[in-house]
């Protein structure tokens, strides 16, 4: 067992301000296999003790003065700084990726916890233009209720507080469940938050059968809202099944996003944005780049480039400090990244460097470049998720936009110009919840992450992410003459 863990590894539920659950279930390092911890199996049954504890908690929580609720905030947004080398070296044990990675997750994360306590203090409602000589107009703005919160596995910290900071600002109370793999992370920030001081029930963690789990969520009439990172297949499910009680819901769902490289472009900046954005947690992002078209002018020179800078990477367990590519997830991660690359390769592909599972045992692949990306291979249309750069070749503005938008994703989109007319041109046309220029990492709490079309719906993140935790009430006030 790592000693720096011990201060914040916590091996039950947190439930109604107690620690419940038999620990049965193991959580394994997927860069060598070996068990971390054990986490408990529940169910539906404890699923729905915490519903009930997160609703007799919110008739507390929602009255709690705005200032107060920011206290609290504010002093679980310290707690994770003070143990801010704790969360990372969790993160990278039982997510995989490189421990300077990790660092800056928990950094990210921590910021949302800062950013939405301030915002708690900023939930104004409104007076409207009378309509009438003896009424007056009014809005308010209220906490949504219970919300069940399902967290995905690839920022194992920074997924959870980036829902739960505004649901809790707003007064909102929160289940969540976070992903089977990474699990310890969301009980060590539940551990955090008990310090911090949050009255029982207002945030719990459930652990166990995610079908079980989800489906109590989803159907639960006292859960209000649904907050989802992960799957556009597992969004899909839950918004069907939270018709039943018309819950509304907050998706962030999968990206297919394009990185278009114009041949005016910095091409040091357009290299260094790529490998940002590409290999980024081993290429496990749902904002990666996953189809990289260069113009063809530039084409050649890029290709050769990126590969000699990705042949430098080094591949190993997060925790070295020389790593900066780690593991996949898991073997089904690693088999689907296989099967792209051969699909690839027997459709017209060249590999220019990697291109096969990496000598280290488990769940590593080597970095990979592939030339002659055309748009009828699998990478094209689906979400690689893994180290694999696919270039495809453009020469015409039009074509490469209208390429890039032929794809029911819509979330990420990435630009390399130094043209100030084409960035514009760029900014309208690409439908896609964010644009990214001559940059590859753009995530900060202050700007509102979120996709078009099957990517998902709402926003996390900057004023605009508390909103989806609020309910709009009309007040009219008549008799007044």
């Given amino acids: 067992m790592h000693q720096m863990i011990n201060k914040i590894l916590q091996h039950q539920c ?11 279930d193991p959580v394994s390092n997927p860069a060598t296999g070996k068990e ?19 609703s007799s908690a919110l008739q507390i929580w929602k009255k709690i003065l705005p200032k107060e609720r920011s206290g609290i905030l504010r002093k679980w947004f310290d707690l994770q700084i003070e143990h801010r080398d704790e969360l990372a070296h969790l993160v990278t044990l039982e997510q995989g990726k490189p421990l300077a990675e990790a660092r800056a997750e928990v950094t990210y994360g921590a910021s949302f916890v800062e950013f939405y306590a301030e915002e708690a203090k900023r939930i104004n409602g409104d007076v409207l233009p009378a309509h009438r000589a003896d009424g007056r107009n009014f809005v308010l703005k209220q906490p949504i209720g219970v919300v069940g919160a399902i967290t995905p596995w690839n920022f194992p910290h920074a997924m959870i507080t980036r829902k739960v900071a505004p649901a809790l600002a707003a007064g909102c109370t929160v289940v969540c469940k976070p992903a089977p793999d990474t699990p310890l992370t969301a009980l060590a920030l539940a551990h955090l938050a008990q310090q911090a001081g949050f009255p029982d029930g207002v945030f719990n963690v459930i652990t166990g059968d995610a079908q079980a789990i989800g489906e109590e969520l989803t159907s639960n009439p006292l859960v209000r809202m649904i907050a989802f990172t992960g799957s556009t297949a597992v969004g899909k499910l839950l918004m069907g099944q939270c018709a039943q009680t018309v819950k509304r819901v907050a998706l962030e769902l999968g990206g297919n996003a394009p990185f278009i490289i114009f041949d005016d472009a910095d091409m040091d900046k357009a290299i260094n944005a790529v490998v940002a954005s590409k290999f980024r947690n081993a290429g496990q992002t749902c904002v990666c780049a996953n189809r990289i078209f260069v113009h063809d002018k530039i084409y050649d020179e890029f290709a050769q480039l990126l590969s000699v800078t990705v ?13 900066n590519i780690g593991p996949l997830i898991n073997t089904k991660a690693l088999e689907k990244v296989e099967h792209h690359v051969e699909n690839a390769t027997q459709k017209g592909a060249s590999i220019l460097t990697g291109g096969a599972r990496h000598d280290l045992s488990g769940n590593f ?6 030339s002659g990306v055309t748009t009828d291979m699998q990478l094209a249309k689906e979400e690689t998720f893994g180290p694999v750069a696919g270039l495809f070749r453009f020469s015409s503005e039009d074509d490469v936009v209208a390429e890039a938008n032929n ?62 935790f609020l309910e709009l009430k009309f007040v009219f006030l008549g008799g007044l003459s």
């Fill in 36 to 54: 971390i911890a054990k986490i408990p199996h529940l169910g539906a049954h404890e699923t729905r003790q915490a519903i009930e504890a997160a």
């Fill in 311 to 323: 042949e430098n990477f080094s591949v190993g367990e997060g925790l070295d400090a020389n790593v």
């Fill in 365 to 370: 692949y080597q970095p990979t470049v592939l």
């Fill in 14 to 24: 947190y439930v109604n301000g107690q620690w419940i659950g038999e620990s049965i």
């Fill in 407 to 468: 794809t029911t994703s819509g979330l990420a989109a990435y630009v390399c110009t130094e043209n100030i007319s084409r960035i514009w041109r760029m900014a309208e046309d690409l439908e896609y919840g964010i644009v990214s220029v001559n940059e590859g990492v753009f995530s900060n709490e202050l700007a509102p992450f979120g996709g078009m079309k099957e990517s998902g719906l709402g926003r996390e993140g900057s004023h605009y992410g508390i909103e989806e």
